[in-house]
């Protein structure tokens, strides 16, 4: 099946500094991206969906200023947390959707922790 | 407020038990309901239900979708140990743009 990867799948930063994830489809082009963050024994909520060559498209709730994303090829999605505080500290996954139908199957990577002293 | 409730919560069986996950959901401009599971980290697709009454199966999973009275099943005969983990039901709306979680069952299959 499709592959999707995650970079970095764990990082510990200091609060004020800002941290870039990558969201890589290896082995198809994606389309559509999604980004959702998971908080310990809750569902995941999306935050955000990017389609490549556009601006994403965010969820109600989501700062789009401290949650930057790029999807800058069919192949890459990056989301940036900006200044990040404590409490930005969750599990980020990202999914790919390949395909032209808006029903294609997506492609879950692995997520990333982030945690935020 | 568009929600997708999964019950239970958790569960515990013994090998070879029969299980039934539950998922509830109030969406608007739904098109489909899906089925994952959880192991470590990504979610891997299970089911995509579109269509009222029709099942789905693969092996020992199978799954139906109710749309008159909003929820759907997933049921898994004769499990086993390696079918321990969260299973996830998503609601897609909005042409597919959009997917509401709900929280996941536990399963763990004991020995």
């Known amino acids: 099946g499709a592959v999707v990867s995650q970079h970095p799948s764990w990082v510990i930063c200091k609060s004020g500094t800002s941290v870039k994830i990558e969201c890589r489809s290896l082995d198809f082009q994606a389309t559509t991206m999604f980004w959702y963050r998971q908080f310990p024994k809750q569902s995941l909520m999306l935050m955000a969906t990017s389609n490549e060559g556009s601006k994403a498209t965010y969820e109600q709730g989501v700062e789009k200023d401290k949650f930057l994303i790029n999807h800058a090829s069919l192949t890459l999605s990056t989301l940036t947390v900006t200044s990040a505080h404590p409490e930005d500290s969750s599990f980020y996954i990202c999914s790919a959707r390949s395909g032209g139908s808006p029903s294609s199957e997506q492609f879950f990577g692995p997520g990333t922790r982030l945690t935020v002293l | 407020e568009d929600k997708v409730v999964q019950s239970p919560l958790s569960l515990v069986v013994h090998e070879g038990d029969t299980v039934t996950l539950n998922c509830s959901y109030e969406?608007?401009?739904?098109?489909?309901l899906l089925w994952y599971k959880q192991e470590k980290k990504a979610p891997t697709f299970l089911f995509m239900l579109t269509s009222s009454g029709i099942e789905k199966k693969s092996g020992r999973l199978s799954s139906i979708l109710d749309k008159k009275e909003l929820f759907s099943i997933l049921n898994i005969t004769a499990t086993q140990t390696g079918d321990s983990a969260i299973y996830l039901c998503a609601v897609a709306s909005r042409n597919f743009n959009k997917f509401y979680f709900g929280s996941g069952t536990k399963l763990n299959v004991k020995p």
């Open positions: 969406v608007t401009n739904f098109r489909s």
